[in-house]
């Protein structure tokens, strides 16, 4: 519940809360944008009351996250090129497909863990006062949608 809560604060756009911080990079490939989450984070300061210690206690955090993720990101995009150019030889094998697949799977399960491990340490970071804050914030944005790259989906919450 409560990575759920960080989860709705960190995903959430506008004067509230704070826009999706993963999406295709200003390189156009998918993964961690860290100019969106330096957005995010001066966001984040304004409207839960960060002190300067907390605002760099979670840029490190951010940082860590990317760094943990960028290996991901790299695995699910080439098994995505390697499946495109398995529908546009001329010789589909589904067996490989499959296993292409699964690796994008495995990929973005570890994706969700470290998304989870990063706005739980990053919520860990609040004072109580400020968690009550982002508790209460986070209704507004229950059942929400955005959108992940080009494939779209669910938002985490």
């Known amino acids: 519940m409560v990575a759920a809560i960080l989860m709705t604060l960190l995903a959430a756009g506008g004067a509230v809360a704070f826009g999706g911080g993963f999406g295709p ?3 156009g490939r ?24 907390q605002k760099a206690q979670i840029e490190e955090v951010f940082k860590a996250g990317f760094e943990a993720a960028e290996p991901y990101h790299e695995q699910m995009r080439q098994a995505r090129e390697q499946i495109r150019d398995l529908v546009t030889s001329g010789s589909y094998d589904e067996a490989k497909v499959r296993e292409l697949a699964q690796k994008v799977s495995s990929a973005e399960v570890e994706l969700m863990v470290a998304k989870a491990r990063t706005h739980s340490q990053v919520y860990a970071l609040l004072t109580p006062e400020q968690r009550q804050k982002a508790d209460k914030l986070a209704p507004l944005f229950e059942g929400r949608r955005g959108h992940h790259g080009r494939h779209g989906g669910e938002r985490c919450r």
Do not use: F
């Open 25 to 27: 990079k200003n390189d």
């Open 30 to 53: 998918p993964g961690p944008d860290p100019e969106r989450h330096a957005r995010k984070l001066e966001m984040m300061s304004v409207v839960l009351d960060l002190s300067e210690s």
